[in-house]
Structure formats: structure tokens, C-alpha cells
């Protein structure tokens, strides 16, 4: 690990002001992946920003129109707070996650912000992963990469574990910086980008800039769900998910949205297999029609042809469960 | 004078022996009292880093380490390999740096210029062909990257193939794990004027400090090895290391305490793993189910070295009438393997127990039935033919097992049962031991020997608390140290066997002096004698305590010492054979493989401690599972680099992963007649095999290589 100074802001406009200061800088969050960056040199920054100390980062309030989340929140905290006991799919990943240690300390922003397991960037490859114009996962080992969204140099897949439902309840983030008192508010679906150089990183986000807050709409009567494809109980990250929040009346949906984790550079939206589903039944069979229809376009790699059916399988189980028909 | 033969009790009669008795350093473990070589800390410590190579086959060209001398914190750079040096595997230690805090000596680390030209490499351990192809040049040099492991044959293969009916051919494998022991390997270092003192994680207390003579130039009688406590060794910590001799010479150079630990990626790249080995197997039974002939090439690799499994375990357990087996080694440019628990053993029963259950398929018998039709073929039949008795009624076995692929299925999970068998040795290694009575009754030992996890400590003490009828908390054990009596190595299993046969030994004998003493200063029948329940019995009356026994020793303590323990006393025995069934739960929408049930049913003799017996069957179940399901190294082949070197993607069960195991000791009076017999290696072996199976029989098509991850049961479920 290389030395940094430790910046600890109190107010958001602190922390972008210690984020604007210096050239490089990371964010310390609930730091479950950023502690292992630092060994491994993976990101060397002049300046770590922990923003455990601000208040505002903490709070889950009522809006108007819905909930907002701060970034800071823990997922522990996230399952057990009463405003928002009707997203069933948020609790799904936070039960998957599965380790207590990382419950109480990781956060809903490090988790969106989280960077790629990919084993190529993991070893200092880059996100990319290319040597000599040669994109490694391409020509190596990419039983854990993308099927979806990967015809580009991208072949990695994204991290986050709340981003596919989030993005299916319709979230939107609250990005502020780099400017003092600069805020925006953007969809989720648009914080994710596919990098076409290892510069462009894997969101939005420039540096000075973060997440402050996650706003989901009131969840209504809406139905949602997470299925995360793990191959083992303890700690472990999927090598599929997908996540659906429906909107059913007497058995019928009229409101559909589909969302895929692990399979793409990106959280994967499944406009199709959605749209498909709209004043149909929810069945085995619709369930099954739409998990193909997601995975239709797949372009698998050279040793992940497997995680195809991986994806269309929770699909399938994220749809089945949302509606309380879960099969296994 | 009744007989004074050295022996154990006949079965039934021991008091403490045979029990569930807590590890007697428990409390120091859980706790975090127990010292390990990681946790050595004296004043003035300085941290020690490696710098290895990132590359899988290169040539060091240039080495400038100038720099990190200069680093602030920096106290010495010691370099381990020279430039025009062939570097034949990744994590290959380049130079070591200590420092006075651990990021210093990462800082000098970083400013050692090393440069590197990148050779072409070949780590596809699974790719014979590719092997056989490959063109890489070795130390300016073309090398062939396989080496013939020779071949043998007995019967007639041909004709018995002809004869048979059934013929089952088929393609199986398991891949390279390493070690992975909780605590990494290395040492601390420690220079008193000419005399060197090391704590060594260690699994071979006795015999490493001779291996600091010649790197170092010190006397062997001035180097002291200690290692109280080990965090796992299973076969990869006999020798001193190149890093521990770095990390004597830093300690050397700098007049300071070194400690130097591999970091995890390294401990997995250069510590030490498992071969690998992948085969094609062809194999004949008559219509009654009978093997005739066994037919197999097997290939794999140990790394730079180029060696796979032994040939001579090839089939495993059962031996055909007619067999040829033929072996080949792959050099790859990857790590070098060390012993791994059972050495040889779970691989060879992994490629045969698989090829004989699809046999027993394609015949249309139950996988129980064929393999006791078929005991005869094997080394003990005895033994195996009421341990599969056993093990089938605790598995239920007629109520689970179906033909493949048929079972009664929830959806698209299905339930499935598979069996294998394993052998082992198990016999006692050398050791010897010196035994003190003190006047005040309690009882020392000392061996140099070491617990490396399997309670060791505990075993000595219970022996002697037995013999001498006293509470274990009057026995106190010294071990971990060279400076005690010459022990044997931990490994192969022989140690149970190894440290409690002299202890007993040694024990009994010391108490036949102590009840001359009472016979005389209490005027009792010597013959009629006993220690039990801190009292000297004669008969049904009791003569005098324990304590005042002890103090007819005198001022000082009765000493004896002891030497290992041979065959003819009858102490210790070898050669076990042990059974296994699984069952598992498969997601065939998800290739996902659940554990359900693993029974383990073990003859091993004697038991000493049975609560320790039973954890040590647990363990070896679990790295069983770990092997069977998750457990890989997976090497890159477009960078050559073990791309899942860390604790996240090397994928390690954790309890949720495990299912429910049955131990069961297979314990007649036969068997325990035979002593202590070492149990480290058996219960580790069959696992592979016996899960193998029960996923052919749940989903209906074998999975043919280890791990059995989603992918490969999904890509084997697609095929058909």
C-alpha cells in the first residue's frame, strides 16, 4: 500500500472540496473493496476521502414522490429500515451478500461505485485488459466475463449487486461536484457506461464527483425480486443475476421491468423480455418466454457459452419469485 | 510377578483413551494466546517482502536494487536470484527487503529495478496435446515439455477387452489445488552471536535446522527451530524454505529480528500443490459385473518438474486380472507441487472409482453392488465389505440410489448417491521421547515433535494421563522445539502412531519402577498392582496416592527416555481402508451442486481420542468437498499467470457449502487389536470419486472433471 493522506470531510461540500484539491483521490465508503485496491496498488491515490462522517450520507428520508437513500447507508441498515420494507428486491442482495462483516460495513454507494472483479483488471491489466492491442479476456481465460454488451473492448462485467434492481424500480442517483454546491439528479440505467478506453472508467463519475443519495419512486403495490446465481453459500459474487419489479392486477402484469447483473459491462435491461410480459399471466411459461427473450441476444465468449443459461435461469427464478411462485 | 508387557488395555478397558477429549491448547487457540510464527513480534522486528516475478517463463536481465537501499525504513536488500537466471514459473522470488515497518519495505520494493525478457510459456496443465506440440525454448534450449512416466502391463488387456461384455471407455480428471493453510509459510528470524533462532511454521520440527547449514554456514547444534502452534501445513511445510534462509541472512546483515510470511497470491503461486491428473480410462467386466480389464493413460502436471500421479496407484485399490496403465508428465511453467494430503491418492481414486461407476451404469447395476462383486480385487476385502454395510445403512442407501438420471426430482433439482473407496498406510513414523516423574507426582514429556492442528499435544498427555491413572492436567507435554527429543516429521499420517507408541512405551515402564518402590515401602504384592483414579491399587484395595508413589522417586524426578516404536510391539499398525458415500442436491437450471449428505465410514484401529479423530474426518471432508466442487488453480493460458491467486476467486466451501457429514469408526476387536493407526490421509482421498458419482447418478451423465462447477455440469448436462 502506498502512503495517501486521509481526508475527512463533515458536510458534502467539504468532501468535494478535499475531492477537488488534488489530482488523485478515492473515496472511502464502507471500504470492503477499497482496503484490497490500496494493497494490491490497484488504485494509488494522493488522497483517500472518507465520508463516513456526514451526516446527510446516513439518512433514509420521505420525499414526495418516493424514498431517498444516502450513499452511506449500510446494507444492514438498508434491510432494516421500515420505509423500506416494500423492496423486496433490495433484500434479496442484501441477504445474498451473506457475510455480516460486509452487511454492517459496506454501503449502498460503494456498491454502485464498486469496480470490476475481473481477474485481468485484478491484476493490474487495466479495465480494458489489453496487452499489445490484444484484449486478454478475448484471447484468455473468460468464464466470469460478459455475454451481453461485450462486442467492444469491455468484456468485464459489472460489479454492483443492487444496481440491477435499483434500475428496475426506476432509481435515480444524486451525482454532486466537482463544482461546490453542483448537483444532479440522473436515472441509475445512466450512471453505468461501456468504456471504449481504460481512461473513460466504468460510470459517469469524474473526478470530484459522487454519489450522494439513491431515489426510488414509492414502491405502491408493486412486486419485485432478486435472483443472484451463487455457487456457493458463504461470500461469493454471482456469476448471474437479475432482478424484476412487476406491477400484477388479478394475476395479470401491466407493468414489467427487467434487469440483468453480471453479464454485461453494464447493469442489462431487458426492455424486451419486459414489454413481452404486459398483460400476460405470470406463469412458468411467460416467466420462461421472457428469460429467453432476455438472453436472445447473448454473444457469449470462448468458456462462457454456460453463463447464457446462468442468465436466463434467473430470469426465469427473479420473475417467479417476485411474484411468490418460486419454483427451487 | 505378573507379566510386564508393553501393550494398551484390551478394547473397552482404557479410561481416558478411546473418549471425546477436548484439544488440551484449545482455549489458547480460540482464545488467540497460541503464538504462531506469524504472530512473532519481538522488539526490534524488522518486516521482510518479497519481490517475485510476474512472468510465468522468463530471463532476469538486469537487477539494480541501489535504489531500495536508500529507501527510507529500508535495512537490507537481499537478493535471491541473479541476473542470466531462467525463471520458470510466476511469484519466483527475485529479492527480499527488510524494513522497519512493512510499508517500507514495499516502498524499497518498488524502487528495485528488475528487468525482465518474457519467455514464451506453456501452463495448460489438462493439454496433452498442446503439450506434445508446443515449442518453447528452454534456457536457450527447444525443450520437450513431456516426459514418459513409464508403463506397465499384466494379464492380456486385448483379449480380456475382446471377452467382455461390457466395455466402458471414458475421459476424466481433476485439476491442481494448492494448499491454501490459513497461515501462510515462513519464519522469524533470530541471530544470538553465532547461534540462530527460528520460529519455523513448520510441520517438521526435528529435522530442519540441519537445512540452515549449508546456505548459512552455522552450526546445526547452534540452530533452534520453535513452532508451538501451525495454521496448516498438509504436506507443503517440511523444509526450510529459500525465503527462510533470505530471512536468516536479512537477520544476519541487519543484527535484527526478521520476520518474513508469504503474502497469499505468493503462498499460492510458490508454496506448494496438488498435480493435477486427467486420464483415459477404458474398462471391461463380465456379464456378472465382474472387472476384467483395466486399460488407462494418465497425464497431468506437478509443474516445472513435469510429474503427475505415480503410475503404481493406477487403478486405484482394485487391481484386474488384465492391466495397462501408461503415465505421462507435462512440464509447465507453474508452480512446483508439494505433498498434499494422501500424496497420489485422490486423484488416482478420482479417475478410477469414476470410470468403475460408469462401468457399473452402463451394466445396469447399483454402484454398491458392483463394488462388492468386485472386493476381491482389492487390498483389504475385509474391511471394505462391512464398511460399505455400514456406510449404506447410514446413507440409506437402497431408499437413495436409482439408475442415473432417474430419481424422484423437486423440480429441476435432483438427488443423487455415489460411493468410492480409499487405502493408506498410516504407519508410525520415528520419534522418540524423554519422560520425567517428578516427586510431586506430575508427569513431563518431551518429544520433538509438533501439533501441527490434529492435537498432537492432547494425544501424548492422554497416553500418559492412561498409563500413570491421573488426571490429563497433571501431564504436561513439550513439544515444538529440536532442542527435545528427535521427532519425526507430521506428515503421511504416521504420527499418532509415531508419538504415542514411545510415550506408551515409555510410560508403562516408568510406572513398573514406581511400583517397585510402592511394593517394597508398603509391603504389597507387586503382581497385583494397578494405577488407576490418582490411587496405586492392589486388587480392590487402594496402597497409597499417586503423589505419594511418585515422591518414593526420590528428590529428583525419574527420568527415562525412549526410542521409536517398532512394528513387533505391538503398539502401532498400518494399512487402513476406508469407505464413503454423498449424496447431493443438483440444479440442472444452474449446474449448481448442493452437498446433502457425506458419510465416512474409517477403520483406523486404535482410537485415541475420538472427538479429535471425528474433527480430523470432518476436515478432511471438507477439503474433500472443496476439491470436488469449488477448489481450483486456474491458470491463464494467454498470460501464464494462476489468475485466481487470492482468497475470493479460489473458491473454498464455508459451512452453508457442506451438508451433513457421519463419521463412523469401523472399530471391531480385529482392528483395534492392530493399535493406533494413522487417520491425517484416508478420509481425504475418496471424496472426489464418491460426489463425482453422485452427480452422475442425480443428473444421468458424468461430469468428468474436478471441480464440478456450473459451468462444467451445465456444458456436461448440454452434451448429454
Known amino acids: 500500500m502506498k502512503s495517501f493522506e486521509y481526508a475527512r470531510p463533515e458536510t458534502e461540500a467539504e468532501a468535494v472540496a478535499f475531492l477537488g484539491e488534488v489530482e488523485s483521490t478515492a473515496i472511502l465508503a464502507g471500504g470492503t473493496d477499497l482496503t484490497s485496491l490500496l494493497r494490491a496498488e490497484l488504485v494509488t491515490p494522493a488522497r483517500v476521502v472518507d465520508l463516513k462522517r456526514i451526516p446527510s450520507l446516513?439518512?433514509?428520508?420521505?420525499?414526495?414522490?418516493?424514498?431517498?437513500?444516502?450513499?452511506?447507508?449500510?446494507?444492514?441498515?438498508?434491510?432494516?429500515?421500515?420505509?423500506?420494507?416494500?423492496?423486496?428486491?433490495?433484500?434479496?442482495?442484501?441477504?445474498?451478500?451473506?457475510?455480516?462483516?460486509?452487511?454492517?460495513?459496506?454501503?449502498?454507494?460503494?456498491?454502485?461505485?464498486?469496480?470490476?472483479?475481473?481477474?485481468?483488471?485484478?491484476?493490474?491489466?487495466?479495465?480494458?485488459?489489453?496487452?499489445?492491442?490484444?484484449?486478454?479476456?478475448?484471447?484468455?481465460?473468460?468464464?466470469?466475463?460478459?455475454?451481453?454488451?461485450?462486442?467492444?473492448?469491455?468484456?468485464?462485467?459489472?460489479?454492483?449487486?443492487?444496481?440491477?434492481?435499483?434500475?428496475?424500480?426506476?432509481?435515480?442517483?444524486?451525482?454532486?461536484?466537482p463544482a461546490p454546491e453542483q448537483a444532479e439528479w440522473l436515472p441509475l440505467e445512466y450512471f453505468y457506461v461501456t468504456p471504449r478506453s481504460n481512461a473513460q472508467?466504468?460510470?459517469?463519475?469524474?473526478?470530484?464527483?459522487?454519489?450522494?443519495?439513491?431515489?426510488?419512486?414509492?414502491?405502491?403495490?408493486?412486486?419485485?425480486?432478486?435472483?443472484?446465481?451463487?455457487?456457493?453459500?458463504?461470500?461469493?459474487?454471482?456469476?448471474?443475476?437479475?432482478?424484476?419489479?412487476?406491477?400484477?392486477?388479478?394475476?395479470?402484469?401491466?407493468?414489467?421491468?427487467?434487469?440483468?447483473?453480471?453479464?454485461?459491462?453494464?447493469?442489462?435491461?431487458?426492455?424486451?423480455?419486459?414489454?413481452?410480459?404486459?398483460?400476460?399471466?405470470?406463469?412458468?411459461?411467460?416467466?420462461?418466454?421472457?428469460?429467453?427473450?432476455?438472453?436472445?441476444?447473448a454473444t457469449p465468449m470462448s468458456m462462457n457459452e454456460y453463463k447464457v443459461q446462468l442468465a436466463r435461469t434467473a430470469v426465469k427464478r427473479a420473475l417467479l419469485k417476485a411474484a411468490d411462485q418460486s419454483p427451487v | 510377578m505378573a507379566e510386564r508387557k508393553v501393550g494398551w488395555e484390551p478394547q473397552g478397558q482404557h479410561t481416558i483413551i478411546g473418549k471425546e477429549v477436548q484439544r488440551t491448547d484449545g482455549k489458547q487457540k480460540a482464545s488467540g494466546q497460541a503464538k504462531y510464527s506469524n504472530d512473532a513480534n519481538p522488539p526490534g522486528t524488522l518486516f521482510a517482502k518479497l519481490l517475485t516475478c510476474p512472468h510465468a517463463h522468463a530471463k532476469l536481465v538486469s537487477l539494480d536494487v541501489e535504489k531500495a537501499k536508500a529507501v527510507k525504513g529500508v535495512k537490507a536488500v537481499q537478493i535471491m536470484?541473479?541476473?542470466?537466471?531462467?525463471?520458470?514459473?510466476?511469484?519466483?522470488?527475485?529479492?527480499?527487503?527488510?524494513?522497519?515497518?512493512?510499508?517500507?519495505?514495499?516502498?524499497?520494493?518498488?524502487?528495485?529495478?528488475?528487468?525482465?525478457?518474457?519467455?514464451?510459456?506453456?501452463?495448460?496443465?489438462?493439454?496433452?496435446?498442446?503439450?506434445?506440440?508446443?515449442?518453447?525454448?528452454?534456457?536457450?534450449?527447444?525443450?520437450?515439455?513431456?516426459?514418459?512416466?513409464?508403463?506397465?502391463?499384466?494379464?492380456?488387456?486385448?483379449?480380456?477387452l475382446k471377452e467382455a461384455r461390457h466395455v466402458h471407455k471414458g475421459y476424466y480428471g481433476v485439476h491442481t489445488i494448492t494448499h491454501m493453510c490459513l497461515e501462510p509459510h515462513g519464519s522469524h528470524a533470530t541471530w544470538d552471536g553465532d547461534k540462530l533462532n527460528v520460529e519455523l511454521s513448520t510441520q517438521n520440527v526435528s529435522?530442519?535446522?540441519?537445512?540452515?547449514?549449508?546456505?548459512?554456514?552455522?552450526?546445526?547444534?547452534?540452530?533452534?527451530?520453535?513452532?508451538?502452534?501451525?495454521?496448516?501445513?498438509?504436506?507443503?511445510?517440511?523444509?526450510?524454505?529459500?525465503?527462510?534462509?533470505?530471512?536468516?541472512?536479512?537477520?544476519?546483515?541487519?543484527?535484527?529480528?526478521?520476520?518474513?510470511?508469504?503474502?497469499?497470491?505468493?503462498?499460492?503461486?510458490?508454496?506448494?500443490?496438488?498435480?493435477?491428473?486427467?486420464?483415459?480410462?477404458?474398462?471391461?467386466?463380465?456379464?456378472?459385473?465382474?472387472?476384467?480389464?483395466?486399460?488407462?493413460?494418465?497425464?497431468?502436471?506437478?509443474?516445472?518438474?513435469?510429474?503427475?500421479?505415480?503410475?503404481?496407484?493406477?487403478?486405484?485399490v482394485f487391481d484386474p486380472p488384465n492391466r495397462n496403465r501408461t503415465a505421462t508428465g507435462i512440464i509447465t511453467h507453474c508452480g512446483p507441487d508439494r505433498a498434499w494430503r494422501a500424496p497420489n491418492h485422490p486423484q488416482a481414486c478420482a479417475y478410477t472409482d469414476t470410470a468403475l461407476d460408469d462401468l457399473a451404469a452402463k451394466a445396469g447395476i447399483d454402484s454398491l453392488s458392483f463394488f462388492q462383486k468386485n472386493l476381491d480385487l482389492t487390498n483389504l476385502p475385509h474391511i471394505y465389505a462391512p464398511e460399505l454395510e455400514i456406510a449404506a445403512k447410514l446413507m440409506d442407501w437402497k431408499a437413495k440410489w436409482h439408475p442415473r438420471g432417474q430419481g424422484a426430482g423437486e423440480g429441476p433439482i435432483k438427488r443423487g448417491v455415489g460411493l468410492a473407496l480409499h487405502t493408506w498406510g498410516g504407519g508410525p513414523h520415528q520419534s522418540n521421547v524423554q519422560l520425567k516423574v517428578h516427586p510431586d507426582g506430575t508427569v513431563e514429556i518431551s518429544m520433538g515433535s509438533q501439533d501441527i492442528g490434529t492435537g498432537t499435544r492432547t494425544c501424548i498427555a492422554m497416553v500418559a494421563a492412561e498409563t500413570f491413572g491421573i488426571p490429563l492436567t497433571s501431564v504436561k507435554v513439550n513439544i515444538g522445539s529440536n532442542k527435545y527429543p528427535q521427532a519425526g516429521p507430521s506428515g503421511g499420517s504416521t504420527t499418532i502412531g509415531g508419538v504415542t507408541g514411545p510415550t506408551r512405551r515409555t510410560s508403562q515402564q516408568a510406572l513398573w519402577k514406581i511400583f517397585d518402590l510402592v511394593a517394597v515401602k508398603y509391603n504389597v504384592d507387586?503382581?497385583?498392582?494397578?494405577?488407576?483414579?490418582?490411587?496405586?491399587?492392589?486388587?480392590?484395595?487402594?496402597?497409597?496416592?499417586?503423589?505419594?508413589?511418585?515422591?518414593?522417586?526420590?528428590?529428583?524426578?525419574?527420568?527415562?527416555?525412549?526410542?521409536?516404536?517398532?512394528?513387533?510391539?505391538?503398539?502401532?499398525?498400518?494399512?487402513?481402508?476406508?469407505?464413503?458415500?454423498?449424496?447431493?442436491?443438483?440444479?440442472?437450471?444452474?449446474?449448481?451442486?448442493?452437498?446433502?449428505?457425506?458419510?465416512?465410514?474409517?477403520?483406523?484401529?486404535?482410537?485415541?481420542?475420538?472427538?479429535?479423530?471425528?474433527?480430523?474426518?470432518?476436515?478432511?471432508?471438507?477439503?474433500?468437498?472443496?476439491?470436488?466442487?469449488?477448489?481450483?488453480?486456474?491458470?491463464?493460458?494467454?498470460?501464464?499467470k494462476f489468475i485466481n491467486a487470492n482468497s475470493t476467486d479460489y473458491k473454498l466451501p464455508r459451512i452453508g457449502d457442506?451438508?451433513?457429514?457421519?463419521?463412523?469408526?469401523?472399530?471391531?476387536?480385529?482392528?483395534?487389536?492392530?493399535?493406533?493407526?494413522?487417520?491425517?490421509?484416508?478420509?481425504?482421498?475418496?471424496?472426489?470419486?464418491?460426489?463425482?458419482?453422485?452427480?452422475?447418478?442425480?443428473?444421468?451423465?458424468?461430469?468428468?472433471?474436478?471441480?464440478?462447477?456450473?459451468?462444467?455440469?451445465?456444458?456436461?448436462?448440454?452434451?448429454?
Open chain 2, 81 to 160: 536470484a541473479e541476473p542470466g537466471q531462467e525463471i520458470r514459473h510466476e511469484g519466483w522470488p527475485i529479492v527480499a527487503v527488510a524494513a522497519e515497518r512493512r510499508e517500507y519495505a514495499e516502498d524499497g520494493i518498488r524502487a528495485i529495478i528488475a528487468k525482465f525478457e518474457v519467455l514464451p510459456h506453456f501452463v495448460d496443465e489438462a493439454d496433452l496435446k498442446g503439450a506434445e506440440a508446443a515449442e518453447i525454448t528452454d534456457g536457450g534450449m527447444p525443450a520437450k515439455l513431456t516426459k514418459s512416466l513409464g508403463t506397465n502391463k499384466k494379464g492380456d488387456v486385448e483379449a480380456a
Open chain 2, 207 to 316: 529435522g530442519t535446522a540441519g537445512q540452515y547449514v549449508k546456505p548459512l554456514g552455522v552450526d546445526a547444534a547452534n540452530v533452534s527451530i520453535h513452532c508451538d502452534f501451525i495454521g496448516g501445513g498438509f504436506g507443503s511445510k517440511f523444509a526450510v524454505d529459500e525465503w527462510d534462509v533470505a530471512c536468516a541472512k536479512l537477520a544476519k546483515t541487519t543484527g535484527r529480528p526478521v520476520r518474513l510470511m508469504l503474502d497469499r497470491p505468493t503462498e499460492m503461486q510458490i508454496a506448494g500443490n496438488r498435480p493435477s491428473a486427467f486420464a483415459d480410462v477404458t474398462v471391461a467386466c463380465d456379464a456378472n459385473g465382474k472387472i476384467t480389464a483395466w486399460d488407462s493413460h494418465h497425464w497431468g502436471t506437478n509443474g516445472p518438474k513435469g510429474s503427475t500421479v505415480a503410475l503404481s496407484v493406477t487403478p486405484y
Open chain 1, 201 to 297: 472508467g466504468n460510470t459517469i463519475l469524474k473526478p470530484g464527483q459522487l454519489i450522494s443519495h439513491v431515489w426510488l419512486p414509492d414502491a405502491g403495490r408493486l412486486a419485485s425480486a432478486t435472483y443472484e446465481v451463487m455457487q456457493m453459500e458463504g461470500l461469493d459474487w454471482p456469476m448471474a443475476s437479475a432482478a424484476a419489479t412487476l406491477k400484477l392486477e388479478s394475476g395479470i402484469i401491466r407493468q414489467a421491468s427487467i434487469v440483468m447483473g453480471h453479464v454485461a459491462p453494464v447493469p442489462w435491461v431487458a426492455q424486451e423480455a419486459s414489454r413481452l410480459l404486459i398483460g400476460q399471466p405470470l406463469n412458468e411459461e411467460t416467466a420462461s418466454v421472457a428469460a429467453d427473450t432476455a438472453v436472445t441476444r
Open chain 1, 58 to 177: 446516513h439518512e433514509v428520508t420521505k420525499v414526495d414522490d418516493g424514498i431517498q437513500i444516502g450513499s452511506l447507508v449500510t446494507l444492514e441498515d438498508l434491510a432494516k429500515h421500515s420505509l423500506l420494507s416494500n423492496y423486496r428486491s433490495l433484500f434479496d442482495v442484501v441477504d445474498g451478500v451473506r457475510a455480516i462483516q460486509v452487511q454492517g460495513s459496506g454501503t449502498l454507494g460503494g456498491d454502485l461505485c464498486h469496480l470490476p472483479n475481473c481477474w485481468y483488471f485484478r491484476s493490474r491489466y487495466g479495465l480494458l485488459a489489453m496487452e499489445n492491442g490484444e484484449s486478454l479476456p478475448e484471447a484468455g481465460d473468460n468464464r466470469y466475463h460478459a455475454i451481453l454488451g461485450n462486442s467492444g473492448p469491455a468484456k468485464f462485467v459489472n460489479a454492483s449487486r443492487f444496481a440491477p434492481a435499483l434500475i428496475a424500480w426506476g432509481a435515480h442517483v444524486r451525482v454532486i461536484g
Open chain 2, 526 to 640: 507387586l503382581t497385583t498392582l494397578a494405577a488407576k483414579g490418582g490411587k496405586i491399587w492392589s486388587g480392590d484395595k487402594d496402597v497409597c496416592t499417586w503423589k505419594q508413589a511418585a515422591s518414593l522417586v526420590g528428590p529428583m524426578a525419574l527420568e527415562l527416555t525412549g526410542g521409536p516404536v517398532t512394528e513387533e510391539e505391538g503398539l502401532t499398525s498400518k494399512q487402513v481402508g476406508g469407505v464413503q458415500m454423498a449424496e447431493v442436491a443438483v440444479d440442472t437450471e444452474t449446474g449448481i451442486v448442493k452437498m446433502v449428505k457425506m458419510v465416512a465410514v474409517q477403520d483406523i484401529g486404535l482410537v485415541v481420542n475420538r472427538l479429535l479423530a471425528r474433527s480430523q474426518v470432518y476436515g478432511a471432508l471438507i477439503m474433500g468437498i472443496a476439491y470436488s466442487l469449488s477448489e481450483e488453480r486456474i491458470m491463464d493460458n494467454k498470460t501464464g
Open chain 2, 658 to 720: 457442506i451438508g451433513d457429514l457421519v463419521v463412523e469408526f469401523y472399530e471391531p476387536e480385529s482392528e483395534y487389536k492392530r493399535g493406533v493407526i494413522g487417520l491425517g490421509e484416508p478420509p481425504v482421498i475418496a471424496p472426489g470419486a464418491a460426489i463425482s458419482n453422485a452427480v452422475a447418478n442425480a443428473i444421468g451423465v458424468r461430469v468428468p472433471v474436478l471441480p464440478l462447477t456450473p459451468k462444467r455440469v451445465l456444458e456436461s448436462l448440454k452434451k448429454g
